[in-house]
């Protein structure tokens, strides 16, 4: 059963655009991530924020940037996009940091022409 | 920092064949081990984790077993259905900054069934 819930399922955008990824967890989970799913399937964190706070940053260029309103929603902006940046982007949560189960959602696909 | 190494790319086996994906790691001390199965269309969801040598962990006729002397969680099923196609991912989660509050995945294994 899905808890992990992410829009839009697919978005299509020019170059240059800017372009917003929305992701809610109803499971209570403390820690959110963004991860990036590139063409050949390899799976990159992004960021992760534990209650609110941006706890891990990886080496991703500028133009992406996490936004978290409150523990249940972490949101994924990206200004100016460019061709390397289509991929599909997956939202997950856990209970904690540390060694615990990431639950995913269904993930957004950007494709950038 | 910490890795995780998948050797085969994609598998592609017949209904009731044996299967095995291959995961190695290089972490330091006891990391927690998962693997993760992604089917069209979803995001992966875990299948099962191991945490100590020696534990074996399973679901739905997959199974792997702790190595820490060969540092490996090879996946293993005995008699594959068509409806196990999808990626397989062999992923974990350490105590070195490189992969505490994070997990960190392998390459992904396509497993492809055919009746």
């Known amino acids: 059963e899905t808890a992990v819930f992410q829009t839009p399922n697919y978005h299509v955008t020019q170059v240059g655009n800017e372009v917003s990824f929305n992701c809610k967890q109803t499971?209570?989970?403390?820690?959110m991530y963004w991860y990036k799913q590139d063409s050949k399937k390899l799976l990159k964190i992004m960021f992760s924020y534990n209650n609110k706070q941006l706890i891990v940053n990886e080496t991703v260029p500028r133009r992406f940037s996490p936004q978290s309103s409150d523990k249940a929603h972490l949101n994924l902006r990206i200004k100016s996009v460019e061709p390397e940046d289509s991929a599909v982007y997956l939202c997950?949560?856990?209970?904690?940091?540390?060694?615990?189960?990431?639950?995913f959602g269904a993930g957004t696909r950007l494709s950038v022409l | 920092g910490d890795s995780v190494t998948q050797t085969e790319g994609q598998v592609a086996l017949s209904e009731e064949d044996f299967l095995t994906i291959h995961c190695n790691y290089s972490a330091s001390g006891y990391p927690t081990l998962f693997w993760y199965v992604q089917y069209p269309g979803e995001g992966p969801q875990l299948l099962f984790r191991?945490?100590?040598?020696?534990e074996k962990g399973s679901s739905r006729g997959f199974e792997a077993t702790y190595d820490k002397g060969t540092t490996s969680f090879h996946l293993r099923k005995a008699s594959v259905q068509e409806s196990d196609s999808a990626v397989y991912y062999c992923?974990?989660?350490?105590?070195?900054?490189?992969?505490?509050?994070?997990?960190?995945f392998g390459q992904g294994t396509s497993l492809s069934v055919v009746p």
């Open positions: 992923a974990l989660s350490g105590i070195a900054s490189s992969s505490f509050s994070k997990l960190v």
């Open positions: 499971l209570g989970h403390d820690t």
């Open positions: 997950a949560s856990s209970s904690g940091l540390g060694e615990n189960t990431l639950y």
């Open positions: 191991a945490s100590r040598d020696k």
